[in-house]
């Protein structure tokens, strides 16, 4: 039977020429391939330490070359060094998203970018009433405006495409809050819905955008909460595991997000928080 063109022209775009192939009349997808990145160039902003590094790691455990971007490119170097070590692609370079001119000439050379993943967030803990404009201004200007900058900048290239996968890392707190956590909070909410309306432009040009909002991990963001132990624990005792998640534990929505696993998810908060959203108060009845 005669396979009509149009027909699998849309099979190969759908599948990125990679996991479709055609037999008789069907198209049939290579499952094996679901998470296969080869050939696939990401930037992982954040790439020196916690969940930045995981979602590097991860990306290139599966195929992809990484460019690993940090403010701390002697951290991003030990990570490039640790992926090759074990025979993955990577290369460290210095990369701050406060710096908007930085920004855009980094991109202007990465005009084959298939993946961002961008991860770096700063927290101020303080209640709304006693936090300053320049405290105001420092959380945004990191969280809400330099993840601005990522994706717009990756969607242009991306868009030029027609395909590419934006992951941008929110959090739970673009949801739920607590005291002391109201600039932050905003940020992560306003991460979500810069990425959905991304998501909506530049859907209909191939590209995905998608946010992740994790709950607790170990990180050097939250190592001053880890080191109260009463706040640590109540932190744990919240998530229906029971426990603080490891940054690698983040990897896998990375992973997916960013492969043909996910070729049909755009403009979605994909929760990786042990349950934390899903259990209501913070007292267990008698049953």
């Known amino acids: 039977m005669r396979v009509d063109p149009a027909q699998k022209q849309a099979w190969e775009r759908t599948s990125n020429s990679q996991n479709v192939f055609l037999k008789g009349s069907s198209a049939l997808f290579d499952y094996k391939k679901l998470f296969d990145l080869t050939g696939k160039k990401a930037l992982v902003v954040g790439a020196g330490s916690g969940i930045g590094e995981a979602a590097a790691l991860g990306l290139a455990a599966h195929g992809a070359h990484v460019l690993l971007g940090d403010l701390n490119i002697e951290a991003a170097q030990k990570?490039?060094?640790?992926?090759?070590?074990?025979?993955?692609?990577?290369?460290?370079?210095?990369?701050?998203?406060?710096?908007?001119?930085?920004?855009?000439?980094?991109?202007?050379?990465?005009?084959?970018?298939?993946?961002?993943?961008?991860?770096?967030?700063?927290?101020?803990?303080?209640?709304?009433?006693?936090?300053?404009?320049?405290?105001f201004d420092r959380v945004l200007t990191l969280n809400l405006k330099g993840t601005f900058r990522l994706i717009t900048a990756a969607g242009r290239n991306m868009k030029a495409r027609g395909k590419g996968s934006i992951i941008a890392f929110a959090s739970i707190r673009a949801l739920t809050v607590e005291p002391g956590q109201g600039v932050y909070a905003a940020t992560?909410?306003?991460?979500?819905?810069?990425c959905r309306t991304l998501a909506a432009e530049l859907g209909p040009h191939g590209v995905r955008v998608n946010a992740i909002g994790p709950g607790v991990v170990d990180t050097p963001l939250t190592a001053p909460i880890a080191a109260n132990k009463d706040w640590y624990g109540a932190y744990a005792a919240k998530s229906a595991l029971g426990r603080w998640a490891k940054p690698h534990e983040m990897a896998g929505a990375v992973v997916y997000l960013a492969s043909d696993a996910g070729s049909f998810a755009t403009g979605t908060l994909t929760i990786v928080d042990g349950g934390w959203t899903a259990v209501d108060g913070r007292f267990t009845p008698p049953l």
Do not use: W, Y
């Not at 060094?81 to 710096?99: C, H, L, N, Q, V």
């Not at 990465?110 to 404009?133: C, F, Q, Y």
């Not at 992560?188 to 810069?194: N, S, T």
């Open 188 to 194: 992560k909410a306003g991460v979500l819905q810069m």
């Open 79 to 135: 990570v490039a060094d640790t992926i090759k070590s074990t025979g993955g692609s990577a290369e460290a370079i210095p990369f701050d998203m406060r710096d908007g001119d930085a920004v855009k000439k980094i991109f202007e050379g990465l005009t084959d970018l298939d993946v961002l993943v961008s991860t770096p967030a700063i927290n101020v803990r303080k209640e709304l009433l006693n936090m300053s404009e320049e405290e």
